[in-house]
């Protein structure tokens, strides 16, 4: 079983109806029209943009973030401690914007399948052909992948509509992407985490660009937990959310790998993946 987009609305709607504390809005539409939906929470001065599930087969990242969202607004409510951090005082500190599922047409594909009923996605055949859809899938539904797609030194590794690591015709071609950076620029965010799968690994830098503290926190997120620092290579390297923040703004930003395994990683992988990415997430907010 997987995290889908109709699983992340009904989250949604159940955190809403039990948390006052809680607001939605929409950073966007993907290219099929779905709602891009951001999800807000604290009242402090500090931005911290959380995101998941840029690519289709790592929904797993967005079960993560609904979880680790409703499990800091519980802890708000009890005022009890969490992973040994007082998450009232820390969002007093932060305002936390999430956004669960980037890519939520993605997502749709690689859970579903592709539907013949649908004219984009028998453009989408024709233009990269039939694959085993569920297995392979990250991109949009234009066949761009959108952590390929944002203007940093943007290259094109695949010239046409494909799977995976199709950047698009052109930087910031798509609405997922444009929706991300609109986003940023408008909340002007302090740091922020990009959630993927897998690996286990956090890297911190663009381009040999750093923000002051970059390496410093990855190294405690790092020991929280347990997770490996690392520097991007190859086609990992550029076009990519984390690279483009740290490019635009200068300040700390983080792609982190989660879990372990073959992607898509199922739903009942959640508990193992929690811990570890719930304490370097409260790790970086206190260190804010
Ligand atoms: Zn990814």
Redesign the pocket.
Same mark, same amino acid.
Not at 147 to 171: L, T, V
Not at 176 to 188: F, K, P, S, V, Y
Not at 207 to 213: D, H, I, K, L, Y
């Given at each position: 079983m997987y995290y889908d987009y109709s699983r992340l609305c009904a989250d949604i709607t159940a955190a809403e109806e039990k948390k006052h504390s809680l607001s939605r809005f929409s950073a966007g539409r993907s290219v099929m029209g779905r709602e891009i939906f951001c999800l807000k929470t604290g009242g402090g001065k500090k931005k911290l943009f959380l995101s998941g599930a840029? $690519?289709g087969? @790592?929904s797993l &990242?967005s079960a993560f973030l609904m979880k680790f969202l409703e499990e800091l607004l519980n802890h708000c409510q009890t005022d009890k401690e969490y992973y040994g951090h007082n998450v009232n005082r820390l969002l007093e500190k932060i305002t936390l914007y999430i956004v669960p599922m980037v890519n939520p047409d993605g997502v749709d594909i690689a859970i579903n399948g592709i539907d013949p009923a649908c004219d984009l996605h028998r453009e989408l055949i024709r233009d990269v052909g039939m694959c085993g859809f569920c297995e392979v899938w990250?991109a949009n539904a234009r066949g761009v992948d959108i /952590?390929h797609n944002f203007n940093a030194r943007w290259k094109r590794i695949r010239e046409h509509p494909s799977p995976s690591k199709h950047g698009g015709p052109y930087p910031e071609s798509e609405p997922e992407t444009q929706a991300i950076i609109n986003l940023c620029r408008r909340e002007n965010f302090d740091s922020m985490i990009?959630f $993927?799968?897998q690996g286990g690994e956090i890297y911190y830098d663009f381009n040999r660009q750093t923000a002051p503290r970059s390496l410093e926190l990855a190294r405690k997120m790092a020991k929280a937990s347990g997770y490996k620092v690392r520097r991007p290579t190859g086609t990992a390297s550029f076009g990519g959310c984390k690279d483009w923040f740290i490019q635009e703004f200068g300040k700390e930003g983080f &792609?982190v @790998?989660i879990g372990h395994g073959t /992607?898509p990683l199922p739903l009942k992988m959640l508990d193992e993946v929690y811990d570890e990415n719930a304490r370097l997430t409260l790790c970086l907010m206190e260190e804010m």
């Amino acid at each position: 079983m997987y995290y889908d987009y109709s699983r992340l609305c009904a989250d949604i709607t159940a955190a809403e109806e039990k948390k006052h504390s809680l607001s939605r809005f929409s950073a966007g539409r993907s290219v099929m029209g779905r709602e891009i939906f951001c999800l807000k929470t604290g009242g402090g001065k500090k931005k911290l943009f959380l995101s998941g599930a840029y $690519h289709g087969l @790592e929904s797993l &990242t967005s079960a993560f973030l609904m979880k680790f969202l409703e499990e800091l607004l519980n802890h708000c409510q009890t005022d009890k401690e969490y992973y040994g951090h007082n998450v009232n005082r820390l969002l007093e500190k932060i305002t936390l914007y999430i956004v669960p599922m980037v890519n939520p047409d993605g997502v749709d594909i690689a859970i579903n399948g592709i539907d013949p009923a649908c004219d984009l996605h028998r453009e989408l055949i024709r233009d990269v052909g039939m694959c085993g859809f569920c297995e392979v899938w990250q991109a949009n539904a234009r066949g761009v992948d959108i /952590n390929h797609n944002f203007n940093a030194r943007w290259k094109r590794i695949r010239e046409h509509p494909s799977p995976s690591k199709h950047g698009g015709p052109y930087p910031e071609s798509e609405p997922e992407t444009q929706a991300i950076i609109n986003l940023c620029r408008r909340e002007n965010f302090d740091s922020m985490i990009a959630f $993927h799968s897998q690996g286990g690994e956090i890297y911190y830098d663009f381009n040999r660009q750093t923000a002051p503290r970059s390496l410093e926190l990855a190294r405690k997120m790092a020991k929280a937990s347990g997770y490996k620092v690392r520097r991007p290579t190859g086609t990992a390297s550029f076009g990519g959310c984390k690279d483009w923040f740290i490019q635009e703004f200068g300040k700390e930003g983080f &792609t982190v @790998e989660i879990g372990h395994g073959t /992607n898509p990683l199922p739903l009942k992988m959640l508990d193992e993946v929690y811990d570890e990415n719930a304490r370097l997430t409260l790790c970086l907010m206190e260190e804010m």
